[in-house]
């Protein structure tokens, strides 16, 4: 009798867990979260919560269900939603939206909020969002990175907006180099959509360096950069899956051939292609027991004949995880094939 493919998937996970010694972690379902309210959960930043003793997912929200929104309004006027995992990712419960106080320019309660970037820095949080300053049924508005401050990771202060390139910025991601100064890429949409960056010694004053030496190829969006195995990584959304970008200094960057995610997947919500990344590495990075797991949203109903149309259907998105492979200076992923997905319950 021909198994159905659910259960096919399923002794594959259990065989694969059991020769590798890690049955006790279950694989992570797909997809691995959708949001309860408007079903638009993109843009994932994945952090430890300390005080609370989790993990905790924030998530651009765009109103993917919202009825009578023309145009790309569902996409602004966004509240980042905010999900939580106590058993190392394998589950995830929404808890609601942060609490975000911006000044009165940003838009007040039309204000829309993108691509958070969250880290920790002396029992602080920092986060560099994304903010539009209102509700806008086309792309043609200024764009703003603001750095926000809280102690909860849901009470957020504004800090300072940050003078960068122009005033079409968006996607910051944030690095701590090795002499103690930080590092922080974005998206410059005046420039062809090209990676800058910026470099501050204390999260407050930032300078700006201008694009990103070995990026921009072609344009992208969403920069994540990390270190895993040796080397500096930075994965960048292509709209054709992700572009991948190796350093040994994360200053100058040399392309990798080949895009992750560029494929489709055959789980659920994950026949199209992967966008808009974070990634978190588990263990001392350059361990070669280390993990590095990979987050990404996708847009399930942008497929087949009906890619194009914009229905709710079109608009929703979900977010999905696969853990990363690394082989011969290159890094490589099966989405297909089982994640078993253990973010230490200790904090990284």
Not at 42 to 71: C, F, H, I, Q
Not at 184 to 213: C, F, M, P
Not at 283 to 300: I, M, V
Request: charged share 25%; aromatic share 10%.
């Amino acid at each position: 009798m021909r198994r159905p493919p659910s259960l096919l998937l399923a002794f594959a996970a259990l065989a694969i867990a059991t020769a590798s010694g890690l049955a006790a972690a279950p694989a992570a379902p797909k997809p691995l979260f959708r949001d309860p309210v408007y079903d638009g959960a993109a843009d994932p930043v994945v952090v430890w919560n300390r005080a609370e003793k989790s993990w905790l997912m924030a998530y651009t929200n765009r109103r993917a269900n919202a009825p009578g929104l023309p145009g790309v309004a569902w996409v602004h006027g966004t509240r980042l939603g905010l999900a939580e995992s106590r058993d190392g990712g394998a589950s995830w419960a929404y808890t609601g939206t942060a609490a975000i106080d911006l000044p009165p320019e940003f838009g007040g309660a039309n204000a829309t909020h993108w691509a958070p970037e969250i880290i920790e820095h002396e029992g602080i949080y920092h986060m560099f969002l994304t903010v539009v300053p209102g509700v806008f049924e086309n792309w043609s508005h200024p764009r703003s990175i603001v750095h926000l401050t809280s102690r909860d990771l849901r009470q957020w202060d504004h800090h300072s907006t940050l003078k960068l390139a122009s005033d079409r910025v968006i996607d910051a991601c944030v690095f701590r180099l090795p002499d103690g100064t930080w590092r922080l890429w974005y998206n410059n949409e005046r420039d062809h959509k090209a990676i800058y960056h910026a470099d501050s010694r204390d999260l407050v004053t930032w300078t700006d360096r201008g694009k990103a030496a070995g990026t921009s190829d072609e344009g992208g969006e969403g920069p994540k950069v990390f270190r895993w195995r040796g080397a500096y990584w930075m994965v960048v959304d292509l709209w054709r899956g992700l572009g991948v970008y190796r350093s040994d200094d994360a200053t100058s960057w040399k392309r990798i051939p080949g895009n992750l995610l560029r494929e489709p997947g055959r789980g659920e919500d994950d026949g199209v292609i992967g966008g808009h990344p974070d990634v978190v590495v588990t263990g001392r990075p350059d361990d070669e027991r280390s993990r590095a797991f990979l987050f990404y949203f996708t847009h399930p109903g942008r497929r087949g004949a009906d890619a194009k149309k914009d229905a709710p259907e079109q608009r929703r998105s979900s977010i999905q995880v696969v853990e990363l492979r690394y082989a011969d200076g290159r890094l490589a992923c099966d989405r297909d094939a089982p994640t078993f997905l253990e973010l230490p319950l200790s904090g990284p």
